[in-house]
């Protein structure tokens, strides 16, 4: 599949949700994304926010290609790299309060990390008929926007870690 995948490759934010994701992701950590949920994409209502798929316009996810997350997942643990799966949630807005954060993982429960690029990436790849992957690194936890708590250096230093082992993955 040389030359023929999109990958998404970023540092962000982590979501925490004690429910159905068992444990928040470390800082530093690595995230597979298994779905890529454009999280905000939608109408707010009177009743509540209603989503893209809700509303008839088309679909707010975009599964990763199984296969080739599971195959990388395994491959950054083989390297003793901290890596998970989980869906990543992309948003217009980074969530920069207790009270968003709480709403994106009320929208979805198993958010593993939040962006603002992997679905556009996703969708890009889709309409391609081409592959779709991303890898994010964990920087900082969602909510409220602590800078003195953010670790990007440590985030981009995972992802560089990851890069090779992405290479072999997804051009062999």
């Known amino acids: ?3 023929r995948m999109l990958t998404s490759l970023h540092a962000g934010d ?3 949700h004690r429910r159905r994701v068992p444990r928040p992701r470390p800082v530093g950590s690595l995230v597979v994304a298994d779905a890529m949920i454009a999280a905000d994409l939608g109408s707010q ?3 509540g926010f209603l989503c893209v798929d809700e509303l008839g316009f088309g679909s707010s996810r975009v599964a990763a290609d199984a296969k080739l997350s599971a195959r990388l997942r395994h491959e950054l643990q083989r390297a003793g790299l901290a890596v998970s799966g989980g869906t990543a949630v992309t948003v217009s807005t980074a969530t920069g309060t207790a009270e968003t954060a709480a709403e994106l993982l009320r929208r979805v429960p198993d958010a593993a990390a939040e962006g603002m690029e ?3 990436v996703a969708t890009a790849a889709q309409q391609f008929g081409v592959p779709a992957l991303e890898l994010r690194a964990i920087s900082n936890a969602v909510g409220p926007r602590d800078r003195d708590a953010w670790r990007i250096k440590d985030a981009l ?3 560089q870690a990851a890069s090779s082992i992405l290479r072999e993955v997804i051009t062999s």
């Open 157 to 159: 230093d995972a992802l």
């Open 45 to 47: 209502t009177p009743d």
């Open 118 to 120: 992997g679905f556009g």
């Open 1 to 3: 599949m040389p030359g």
């Open 14 to 16: 982590q979501c925490r």
